[in-house]
T-cell receptor
Framework: GENVEQHPSTLSVQEGDSAVIKCTYSDSASNYFPWYKQELGKGPQLIIDIRSNVGEKKDQRIAVTLNKTAKHFSLHITETQPEDSAVYFCAASIGNQFYFGTGTSLTVIP | DAGVIQSPRHEVTEMGQEVTLRCKPISGHNSLFWYRQTMMRGLELLIYFNNNVPIDDSGMPEDRFSAKMPNASFSTLKIQPSEPRDSAVYFC???????????FGPGTRLTVL
């Protein structure tokens, strides 16, 4: 089955700096890569996603890149703000099934 | 739209008791997923349904776990008997059939003493 690895597990940045989270996957059949943000006591919420036929996608301060050859994808958050502090999960999808990374706890220091 | 609704939000029970978790997917969504989240294992898919039919239950840890979806607007996850190692946050998510995005509920935090 699919195996998704996510790094780093924790990340602290100063407000205004950029944050980068990286994931790798193992199954070349994976064709959809969502990123979820989970705040304390809440369920994961989709923040951005990318499909396998696209190399990069941007939404305001958030961007995701995908390298299908190397089987890795990354989340980039620019101009970080304290409200960006949360746990972020990447996932790789084959059909309906999502395979999640282990999460990155991001802390933005004011 | 109210989003995915789960109940209860918190459940504390004693080992050996039966636990039933409930989920109402987003109206119009045809796929429903049950996940378990723990510190040790992260987010694990337990089972998912398409059009109320269980498609893959390979993630269900043991026979003590069972899930049903009697209609398009309701699903249950039952643990009988419960054990302390079942303590976790259980999430329900739904999506439209053929769609990719999964919408998660707020979760049920289960504590088995």
């Amino acid at each position: 089955g699919e195996n998704v690895e996510q790094h780093p597990s924790t990340l602290s940045v100063q407000e205004g700096d950029s944050a980068v989270i990286k994931c790798t996957y193992s199954d070349s059949a994976s064709n959809y890569f969502p990123w979820y943000k989970q705040e304390l006591g809440k369920g994961p919420q989709l923040i951005i996603d990318i499909r396998s036929n696209v190399g990069e996608k941007k939404d305001q301060r958030i961007a995701v890149t995908l390298n299908k050859t190397a089987k890795h994808f990354s989340l980039h958050i620019t101009e970080t703000q304290p409200e960006d502090s949360a746990v972020y999960f990447c996932a790789a999808s084959i059909g309906n099934q999502f395979y999640f990374g282990t999460g990155t706890s991001l802390t933005v220091i004011p | 739209d109210a989003g995915v609704i789960q109940s209860p939000r918190h459940e504390v029970t004693e080992m050996g008791q039966e636990v039933t978790l409930r989920c109402k997917p987003i109206s119009g969504h045809n796929s429903l997923f049950w996940y378990r989240q723990t510190m040790m294992r992260g987010l694990e898919l337990l089972i998912y349904f398409n059009n109320n039919v269980p498609i893959d239950d390979s993630g269900m840890p043991e026979d003590r776990f069972s899930a049903k979806m009697p209609n398009a607007s309701f699903s249950t996850l039952k643990i009988q008997p419960s054990e302390p190692r079942d303590s976790a946050v259980y999430f329900c998510a739904s999506s439209s059939l053929g769609g990719h995005e999964q919408f998660f509920g707020p979760g049920t935090r289960l504590t088995v003493l």
